[in-house]
């Protein structure tokens, strides 16, 4: 089974600062899908941003950026510009591409709450 | 829909009664989660359903817990005889299958809570 590990329950960043959020895995599969989500108080879960495990190249989508070594099983989230929007919990999760009962679950890891200094 | 939507928005209970929480996934998303959140924790799988494949039930955590969907679309969730550790947020989500970057769309919870 596939684990997911946020080792930061808390950070803050002041606004239009730059900050990263860390997040390893543990997994013996060669291709996977890993993403971020944001949880806002609203409760509802936002894509932020998605890695394809064979791409070498990492993603971007605008402000948000990952730093994927895949070797290291590490998969960190970079926002930059900071901005007070961006107050939420951020949740790393891993999903597998892989056929078979229960692969294609989306295994979360405990989450970190990110505050945004004004 | 345009979106996951789940009902109740929130829901208060007795302990030893029964709930049922429902979910309506978007349309043409073949597979449905259910995923429980404790106050300040990550989330944890229930169950998931995949268009006629006999659901993936190894989240459930005690047989208190179970799980339908009908005709492939509307699902619910129910909890008998309640307790006070089931109160959490119970989160539903839904997505294609077929596609490789396919994402999971969540609704915004129901929060339970046991008294």
């Known amino acids: 089974a596939q684990t997911v590990t946020q080792s930061q329950p808390e950070m803050s960043v002041q606004e239009a600062e730059t900050v990263t959020l860390s997040c390893t895995y543990d997994?013996?599969?060669?291709?996977?899908?890993l993403f971020w989500y944001k949880q806002p108080p609203s409760r509802q879960m936002i894509l932020v941003i998605r890695?394809?495990?064979?791409?070498?190249q990492n993603a971007t989508e605008n402000r948000f950026s990952v730093n994927f070594q895949k070797a290291a099983k590490s998969f960190s989230l970079k926002i930059s510009d900071s901005q007070l929007g961006d107050a939420a919990m951020y949740f790393c999760?891993?999903?597998?591409?892989?056929?078979?009962?229960?692969?294609?679950?989306?295994?979360f890891g405990k989450g970190t709450k990110l505050s945004v200094i004004p | 829909g345009a979106g996951v939507s789940q009902s109740p928005s929130n829901k208060v209970t007795e302990k030893g009664k029964d709930v049922e929480l429902r979910c309506d996934p978007i349309?043409?998303?073949?597979?449905l989660y259910w995923y429980r959140q404790s106050l300040g924790q990550g989330l944890e799988f229930l169950i998931y359903?995949?268009?006629?494949?006999?659901?993936?039930k190894s989240g459930l955590p005690s047989d208190r817990f179970s799980a339908e969907r009908t005709g492939g679309s509307v699902s619910t969730l129910t909890i008998q005889r309640t307790q006070q550790e089931d109160s959490a947020v119970y989160l539903c989500?839904?997505?294609?299958?077929?596609?490789?970057?396919?994402?999971?769309?969540f609704g915004q919870g129901t929060r339970l809570t046991v008294v």
């Open positions: 349309s043409g998303h073949t597979a």
């Open positions: 359903f995949q268009g006629n494949s006999a659901p993936d």
């Open positions: 997994t013996s599969e060669s291709d996977y899908y």
């Open positions: 999760a891993y999903r597998s591409l892989y056929s078979g009962a229960g692969s294609y679950q989306l295994t």
């Open positions: 989500a839904s997505s294609l299958v077929y596609r490789r970057n396919t994402e999971a769309f």
């Open positions: 890695q394809e495990a064979y791409k070498q």
